[in-house]
């Protein structure tokens, strides 16, 4: 479980990171080594363009795939993750095949929880170990680069991410996608094709939502 190339100088690292590191060593979690940092080695920060967070994997085995609200191609969408797809369609016309969303992360968009592991069977069991500084860090460092897309869903990701959203970035926040909170303005949002306009405006290549 060695940090990413890429991101490894964060703050995180040095400070957070190894006790999380030795309490994973003597616990079952998800998704699992190879696959709890599957957010950061799926892009640098140079590529990130876009940013949307989740809390903590899903705590079913086989089901995460360590990157925010994504699954692995078999598993079916979960019921947030569905919401989301319906979004999509009303926007954009189409959703991809399956819930795993790694071609997403391929573009520039980055889908980090501010947990990166959970306990199999017991959702948000790891929120409290110190992961929340990861986002924050990594967030500030791809901010460096140039400005962001920020897509916040619901008040966990807009407290997360307090203060970072800067004038130059973009920013789309509404309610959280699950069933609970979904009519409460994140149907209707169309924040897929109003990034892509953002993103043309600023002489980048739209995010490919579809697939």
Known sequence: MKPPKHWAHLPFFRNDWPAIRDRLANSAFLPGPDQIF?????????????????????PTPGHANGLAFSVTPETPL?????NIFRELKDD???APPTGDLSNWA???????????????????????WGWSSLA?????????HHPLAFLIWGNHAKKTLAGLPRPQDMVI?????????ARRGFFGSRPFSRINA??????????DWTR
């Open 78 to 82: 979960p019921r947030s993750l569905k």
């Open 106 to 128: 391929r573009q520039g968009v980055l889908l980090l929880n501010s947990a990166l592991s959970v306990t199999p069977g017991n959702a948000g069991a790891h929120a409290g």
């Open 136 to 144: 924050r860090d990594a967030v500030a460092e791809a901010q460096r």
């Open 198 to 207: 953002w993103l043309e405006s600023q002489g980048q290549p739209p995010i």
């Open 173 to 181: 926040a509404t309610a959280h996608p699950s069933p609970l909170s």
């Open 92 to 94: 954009l016309g189409a």
């Open 38 to 58: 599957a957010a950061l080695e799926a892009t640098t920060p140079e590529e990130v363009r876009v940013v949307i967070l989740g809390q903590d994997p899903y």
